[in-house]
């Protein structure tokens, strides 16, 4: 089964309306909830004043956040750091608040509708502070994002390898590049969404979240509320609209609803609206970059410097992205002389964390960017020049030089940069692609071709898990703590199962993301659940399969390596008289007659278990490439051509994997080229609905073909590495080295993503 | 700790008030649930109208059992055998009833009042049948209990050793006599209860239900519900007023009410009152033995046929009552020929099935009081005889000649019947009480000397399991299916973790019965936990202490051997300084750092899980000896002295033994003097309350020194036993023997249980 692009079992109830989201289950007699939001980016309230509200009708109770000071504690960043200044994120802060957006109150209605007219009749009374509304003006102190701070700066990150200073001195060639990469959001087609039932007589919660980390949330509420996690059920519903990396956070609102719930001892639901999707879900991408790269006269490189800004918004939620970033910034390429240097700042703007790519588009954007300015500058082929730095296939594990977030040397497992981008040239039709870009030249006309590679860490740590058990109904149910976003684990893990087992994926069961199904789970993020539950699925249906093929030869009275599997029955292999069902089996061993001895040599609880710890983080590689024809007038570009190298290593499912790629790839050209959701001066975010954010729709995304190439992962028994974030991460980039090189013969610089029409004629302004 | 005599947990809870039993629990918006229960023991039911009833105050729904005809799917019989004549028993029977109490209908109101107040309002219509009320009206087939069967019997069974007619024939002494033992209940102090949860946002049904064998109950509810069994959730309450028997059945009202909660939608609670636990929760006892026994002068025992009437009741909720009597007849002695043969009859009186005991006071009864006519007969010390015949301690594993339920050769694992007899008679002072006996019958007094001695089969199979987690929080948690009906599992199951992990039992929590916390059981019956789930508890304790030892090694960088466990923490042997607590490595090895991979060599999923399967039954085994004076007049006895002699193999915990030992003794004093829950001849019970059975009460059990003795069970890794009906079983018996010894010169004979003051003067009348 594994390697087959087996239909995604999900599909027929989601392309038939069938899917239920969070908002769709049927909570008899819940409660609706309503944040009021911060109107102000940095204010200190100076009172709350609920009571018209509690009179509203329909209104059942209002909080504020003074009148829940028993949950008012900070929310743990996801990713520590120990020079982290980490400054204090209330689930919804009595005192100051410090971004448009953050939860001030709470009202819960008998109807959303009853409760926001409630909201209205809140009023709060703020005093206005200053705000800090990007990294120059915290870098600046202008003002401070959070009153009494020393400084607007969450942490300083300095990566080094080799001598980058003595290097760049040294070096023949310099070149120096300062790109912007603007905030961009997940963009779910479900928002967020929290739902909670408390039940006294079990003394146990049970909550139903969009979060794409349930066992994370439920160890926050159970340090948070001071109960035991076996008492907080957090079920992440197995249809859910979408993640990709925001859900995969802590929100205040996943501690404030529960609570409320077990408060009141009602059901209480709250699905973030649109709006509230824009201003309150984190967002990630605005870094900073200030390159410079020293190189020979052959284009090799010597050294590189990145001085990052990265805007950590209002607090830091954790420290991956920037973390990431400075990981990113070698990619692919031999440099023997690496400075990283990361301003991680708060700013009074939604915090920033994951979002697909994490940390990776801009690093990309940075270095990709500077490639294509060292070729032009040599007057070199721009993949020319990537393909005389490129690390070669026989140089893994391959040692970066720098070091990785968990302090052990930055270690790439396997990978065959040349083979992929020459794949992937070759699929562009890369020479004539050249070709037709002079003769499009000759009749005046600006088509540029923008190349990008990239090296993407993916199936982290620390670890995850699967259960495999055979049910009394006679079929094996796979149990993942991780929680699936859309990305087909009913059908992934039932062909990982299938084929450990020898079983028909008919008789296999999967569910997901219920913490009270296995006790112990990380998450879905950072594309690491092929590479990290696969395995642990594997595994444990290895397991199975042995215990299964123990139990039926013991019944069936031969060796069990003469059982042979085939549908949902176990035979004596060459004689079919001599078989029983996984029904058969469960019946004798898991069921058992009430009182009476199991048969000898039968072994009960047919149930198996592994945990699979990643050794360290495997990295997924890939090329893109793009043949770009822009009107310099009007800024306005046409993607002519597109092509997407990617190697994730072994394939489990190929038809998901391109799912993947191509909605990776969807989510990048908005980052390219459309999504931006910008801040004004004082903090107010001037994009918070779809008319005013550009979000991409089909109709933007171009015709796009797809090469693979496999380089399976050593790391892994399955080979897998992950394949979630390779369609986006270098599309900012590969966008505008396809611009510029299209603008060339005008000289005109893009040096910010996303790269949209009135930047480029602004641009070409500029250059002329 | 093991061995150690524990304060009990739980006791703190129970004694001050806080237990909380399926009343207490805090179910909001409960409906509550009432039957209406046949008033006949046999009739058809023509009609049912319920239009008043569902229009009275309060009342949500009414359902006849024709209303609910998708639940009408027999029960099966938790005991099989291929010859039982399976009479369907139907949650709710829509066209006959066959008992007084049966349920007819159910009423489901805002308040048990209301539905209690509405059931009067319906009306049926009932066809009053002829009613079988006793096994020798069932076998002369004056009547049939069901309609339409063609004879009342349930089944008939035969255990044959040797050549036992032969052996009468040839026997130089033979002797006869015909016993009867009469039905009990378990009585307990909570009646039976369920409640249920449906929750339509998972799709799963959460019950509350005071069974013994919540997996069994899932198991059945998944069967007639058709729903698979994770949908559903059954949770046996750990604070439960007693169990002994009947709450290990599966019954009608534990199908109707939950199927009600999902159809409406609500939460739907049921709570039996008194007087329905005395006509609808099963019993047992009630047997006829028809006993030959052969011997030769010096009274050894040559061959034994015993014919048995077992009355089933209404239906066959299992067979394992009968089977255990004919299993029992041999006890503790050598008896080359073995003739049993049992008939089950179908009666219009409730079911019977186990209560403490479970079919062996019975056959001890016949067995014990046998060996006292022999002695008689042949003026030989009752204890005498018994020791000519006692197998001997160096004759383990003793084959008895017949067979055990599964089919194999019926075999005691290990004891000592000598030592146990004389260690009974010893404390007793045997010579002392014989010599005192002969002064008081000098003095024209009547005291009488009463011995029992039994065998017990005990830790049933098929197998127990059990998890041992840590938990985040840093505690082990021992997760068991079985669930306690009072003996201290939170107590006893944290010593055997406790002890296989070397930490304090203060950081060990014991959770138990709830069927969505480990998927496999079988329930708490046949005195089968402790050597069950207890070698699968210390097993996966053990597994743990090799993981935390493990863990800590890697983590302290020394020897795993070399880590010692104190209090809650894991310690370098030797270096105080090298020392980390459980939550330290739960930090690092359950929960880990978000994206970081873990420290190398460490296992993530800190759980273990192990199940015991017992290779067959053991045995446990004792000696009751009884001094009771008689005043032949009155029938009055009083019991002057009473020692218990017991060996239920290694002892866990020897407070909660003896605490096991007495309950069982209170029971057995009940069964021996008091309790009888008589029918009259249309099947109508005429003791449905406190006023008319006399259950024992603490004023009525007399004074009683335990005597212990330990032969290790080599069939599990414990050597334990089971010790929850020792107490019970001989009572009967050795009460029986001393009323008769003490009445020996008015040659009154005793051959009923219970040995009632009406019973001893008309005995004695009879004799004159």
Redesign the interface.
Known sequence: MIGEGVTRREDDRLLTGKGRYLDD?????ALHAAFLRSPHAHARILGVDASAARQAPGVVAVFSGADLPEIQKPLAP???HPKLKDLPRLPMPPEEVHYVGEPVAVVVAESRYLAEDALELIEVDYEILPAVASTAAALAKDALAHSGAEDNLAVTLVQRSGNTDEALKSAPHTLSGEFFVTRGGGHSMEPRAV?A?F????GQV?I?DTTQSPH?AR?QL?LIYEM???DIRV?APADVGGGFGPKAQFYGEEVVVPWIAIKL?RTVKWVEDRQENFVATMMERSQTHRIDVGFDGDGKLLAVRDRIEHDQGAYCA?L?VPSITTSTVPGPYRIPNIHTELYACYTNMVPTSSVRGAGRPQAVFAMERMMDRVAEYLGLDPAEVRRRNLVQADEFPYRVGIMF??G?PLTYDSGDFPALLEGTLDRLGYEQARAMQERARAEGRYVGIGIAVYVEGCG????E?AKV?L???GKL?VTLAAAPQGQGYETVYAQIAAEALGIDMAYVEV?TGDT?RI??G?GT??S?ITATAGPAVFDAALQMRERLADTAAQLLGCDPADVVFDGDRATLDGDPEKSMSLLDIARVA?????????P?G????I?T?S?F?????AYASGAHAAVVEVDPETGAMDVLDYVIGHDCGNVINPRLVDGQVLGGFAHGIGNAMYEEPFYDDEGQPQAASYLDYALVSSTEVPPVELFHLHTPSPLNPLGAKGAGEGGTIPAPAAIANAVEDALRPLRARIDRAPVTPPRVSDAVADAR
């Open positions: 289950l049927e909570l008899t007699g996801k990713v520590m739902a039932r039940e006294p007589a079990t049970t139903w994370y160890q159970s035991a996690e076996d079920i001892g954790g991956q977030r968990d052990s982290l740590g620390p670890y898990g058990r049910t009394n109904e149910l569910v009270s006790p112990f990380q993020f950072a690491r898991n069921i058992g007659k009430h009182g009476i001895t199991l000898a039968i072994k009960p609880g149930e278990v945990y710890a990643p050794e360290r983080a």
